[in-house]
């Protein structure tokens, strides 16, 4: 093992709540997920009555491990991938493939407070938001291409908006750990009509050329118009720079994991490049909600962003101009007696992206001559239907449709043989889902989904890093099909979740890599991704007296033996191949404890399997195994909550990759994760 770092940053977080109730414990609460209101495909139901393959993290699994990264959270939900390249730079896979995900988040669709964050190019900047401060998320896995659109993956549902606001509330953070890690949160909040948050998070970085630093600020709240009227408001702007290292071969990996690309020949390497991302953005969006009589409402949401975006490569500098405008609105109809619930949905979405792309030569981290200056506008539309019946409390049934369009322009300003605008036009493509659940006994719920999902190319694979425009890419698409068991026991002491899936993707997007490492993609014919997902969670010990007070064990599990099942590429035949990407075994135990004396403590233990860097299955890359820590002194009385805490990563010292480069020329596959790691802190709450 290596050693420790010598120099380790622990510094203290102060976070000062004014709250008119007594302590809440943040680990183990006596309040479970499935009395949680559902907002997934607008079902207004308790989790797990929901006939969805839906997953609620709270506020306080998000702060279950170091605040400053959703990577170990979203990792230990069944189903779920988050990889870190370098801090900063992460990628999200739900249930799905990375092999068209060199960075960012594509096929999953991403709303934030009911405003799509995801832009009509496809693309979700997820990087830009302070996780530590959402106070809900909801994950649906599978396609939900019904009602949300182009997506095979499923849709993430942010929340910022507090679920229990009191009169006022102040917090404020500060904390810290190994490799430079500083974290500062500011917010305030008056009732529900007025929250405004502010963090700046920096890292020196594990590896070299992997520094980061982020300034977020945000507002959010409520206008009560009327009685029959509320206007909900969301503004943010998001300052940051991240260093990308790039990745490496395994012998440099093993002898040093905290190199950055190397120099290769001719080909600078990413210390020379100055190799980086800056993106400054800033959004808006407003959300009225409307009671139209006594059984029908609506809700309509638009927005606007705006995103200056450069990348100091190696071998160009990129910068892009970004204006990204939106709206959705859905009409409901519903009404209920003593029998029967039923709610019928209709409505539609729009958003347009229009990107001035130009690239330069990089020298040394400085732009340099033009190479092409290009302007991409993308229009991506859809209106959809969904009903939604309950019989007897035991039946939920939902049906929905959508019918989706998308229109890319394409001009290369800077080649007079390229300066017409080429369209594309992509659709119509129809998205159906039918989903039922069956309440068999108390606690325990029986549900199957069949749903069709699609996913076009976004604006970086019709455009992507290689300089050349891809017009004829065609989307991806496929039919899922699903079963699982879900619900509480014992008086909710024994969570659970199981689900069975096949889906089947077709015209699968993939990631390919020239020789001086832009990258490019291709349709890569079809595969097949079936799997099981398994989450249980038993409270053994839940109690207000003893010298243990709460004692949670949860396990979480997915196996996921993915192959393509129809893909040959240049003369080549990897049918039958594993996924390129995907571990086929993922596993995620943690303990959660409360004793007496106010301490606490969460231990999580993943195993992740090997998985296959290339298409060709020649390269794996090996399993790891993360053993996580933290521990914590909690206590409140009258006016003042204190929370002294630390905890330690990668205590194995493993050296594994948290984000690898796939069919990456020159086999530089890996981008090493840090060694073993600590943070502390210290959170101050008064009244």
């Given at each position: ?21 007594a ?5 183990l609460?006596?309040?479970?997920t499935d009395?949680?209101t ?7 139901t ?9 997953v609620v993290?709270r506020?306080?699994?998000l ?7 959703p ?14 390249r ?31 964050l ?5 693309n979700t ?35 910022s908006q507090?679920?229990d ?6 917090q404020?953070?500060i904390?810290?750990?190994s ?18 948050r502010?963090?700046h ?5 594990y ?6 630093r982020?300034?977020?600020v945000q507002a959010?709240?409520e206008?009560?118009?009327?009685k029959?009227?509320k ?7 998001s300052?940051l ?10 012998p ?18 990413a210390?020379?490049?100055?190799t980086?991302?800056?993106n ?29 975006f ?21 009409f ?12 019928g949905l ?19 981290g400085?732009?340099?001559?033009v190479?092409?200056?290009?302007i ?8 959809f ?17 959508s ?9 290369r ?22 989903s ?30 290689d ?15 699903e079963?699982?068991i879900?619900g ?12 069975f ?55 979480s ?20 191949n ?7 075994n ?27 860097l290339t ?52 086999k530089?596959?890996?981008n ?6 600590v ?9």
């Amino acid at each position: 093992m290596r050693n420790l770092p010598q120099k380790i940053l622990v510094t203290l977080s102060i976070s000062t709540s004014l709250q008119l109730f007594a302590q809440k414990d943040t680990v183990l609460q006596k309040r479970d997920t499935d009395t949680l209101t559902v907002a997934a495909f607008a079902s207004q139901t308790r989790w797990q009555e929901t006939p969805a393959a839906v997953v609620v993290i709270r506020q306080q699994q998000l702060q279950r491990f170091d605040r400053s990264s959703p990577v170990s959270v979203l990792n230990s939900i069944a189903g779920v991938r988050m990889e870190e390249r370098s801090p900063g730079s992460y990628r999200l896979s739900v249930r799905g493939s990375l092999l068209r995900s060199p960075f960012g988040v594509r096929n999953v669709k991403v709303y934030w407070d009911d405003i799509p964050l995801t832009d009509a190019g496809g693309n979700t900047y997820i990087n830009l938001l302070d996780f530590g401060q959402l106070t809900n998320i909801e994950i649906i896995k599978g396609p939900a291409s019904s009602l949300y659109g182009a997506n095979t993956g499923g849709v993430l549902l942010l929340q910022s908006q507090e679920a229990d606001t009191v009169k006022r509330m102040v917090q404020a953070n500060i904390s810290g750990g190994s490799y430079g890690l500083f974290n500062e949160q500011l917010s305030y909040t008056h009732n529900s009509s007025f929250q405004v948050r502010q963090n700046h998070l920096q890292s020196d970085g594990y590896r070299q050329q992997s520094a980061l630093r982020r300034d977020v600020v945000q507002a959010n709240g409520e206008l009560n118009l009327s009685k029959a009227q509320k206007l909900s408001y969301l503004a943010m702007y998001s300052d940051l720079q991240y260093q990308t290292p790039g990745g490496i071969t395994l012998p440099q990996m093993e002898s040093n994991p905290r190199l950055a690309r190397q120099p290769a020949g001719a080909i600078p390497g990413a210390v020379q490049q100055q190799t980086a991302i800056y993106n400054k953005t800033a959004l808006g969006g407003v959300n009225l909600n409307s009671q139209i009589g006594k059984h029908f409402d609506n809700n309509t949401a638009v927005t606007i962003n705006h995103t200056d975006f450069s990348n100091p490569f190696i071998t160009n500098y990129e910068k892009r101009n970004e204006w990204n405008y939106g709206g959705r609105t859905a009409f409901r109809y519903h009404v209920e007696d003593k029998h029967i619930r039923f709610s019928g949905l209709i409505g539609g979405e729009w958003q347009q992206n229009k990107s001035n792309i130009d690239d330069y030569g990089n020298r040394a981290g400085k732009a340099d001559t033009v190479q092409f200056k290009d302007i991409i506008k993308a229009t991506q539309s859809f209106v959809f239907a969904q009903a939604q019946i309950t019989i007897n409390n035991r039946w939920h049934l939902q049906a929905g449709l959508s019918r989706n369009v998308l229109v890319y322009r394409f001009q290369r300003t800077t080649d007079p043989a390229q300066a017409a605008e080429q369209k594309r036009n992509i659709g119509p493509l129809w998205a159906p889902r039918f989903s039922a659940l069956y309440q068999a006994a108390p606690g325990v719920n029986m549900y199957a989904i069949v749903s069709k999902g699609f996913s076009p190319p976004t604006v970086a694979e019709v455009r992507p890093s290689d300089g050349n425009y891809y017009g004829d890419l065609q989307p991806e698409y496929g039919w899922n099909y699903e079963a699982g068991i879900k619900g509480n026991l014992w008086q909710q002491r024994l969570q659970y979740d199981v689900s069975f899936y096949y889906f089947g993707l077709k015209d699968a997007i993939v990631r390919r890599s020239s020789t001086s490492g832009a990258e490019y993609f291709v349709n890569a014919g079809v595969t097949s991704q079936k799997g099981v997902e398994a989450f249980v969670k038993a409270w053994i010990v839940r109690r207000d007296k003893g010298f243990v007070t709460g004692l949670a064990l949860s396990q979480s599990y997915s196996y996921q033996p993915y192959r393509f099942t129809d893909y040959v590429s240049g003369g080549v035949n990897y049918s039958g191949n594993q996924l390129t990407g995907v571990p086929r075994n993922i596993s995620v135990t943690g303990l959660d404890a409360r004793f007496r004396n106010h301490i606490y403590t969460n231990i999580t233990f993943n195993y992740t399997s090997s998985l296959p860097l290339t298409d060709a299955n020649d390269a794996f890359a090996k399993a790891y195994h993360l053993f996580q820590a933290k521990a914590g002194y909690q206590i409140a009385f009258r006016k003042v909550q204190v929370d002294v805490y630390a905890g330690m990563d990668n205590i194995l010292n493993e050296v594994y990759s948290l984000g690898n480069d796939i069919n990456a020329v020159g086999k530089r596959y890996y981008n090493p994760a840090p060694g073993r790691s600590v943070f502390a802190g210290v959170a101050v709450g008064i009244k």
